[in-house]
């Protein structure tokens, strides 16, 4: 299955929600998206703030 991303008119999206049901296909809006990828992310840090400048820190140092 590929993700793809399709501009239409407002207009136009009950059609291809119609389509896309007889198809088989699934329907998202992106906003849907970034929603689901934001709840799946962790809800607190891995990483401390120490860590994190140590990282960046390391990345200034290796240019």
Known sequence: ???LVLS???KD??????LASRMGWTVRSR???VDRFIRSCPQTPQM???EIQAE???VRRGL
């Open 31 to 33: 906003r849907t998206s």
């Open 1 to 3: 299955m590929e993700d």
């Open 8 to 10: 239409i008119p407002m």
């Open 48 to 50: 401390s703030d120490e």
């Open 13 to 18: 999206s009950d059609f291809v929600k119609a």
């Open 56 to 58: 960046i820190n390391a």
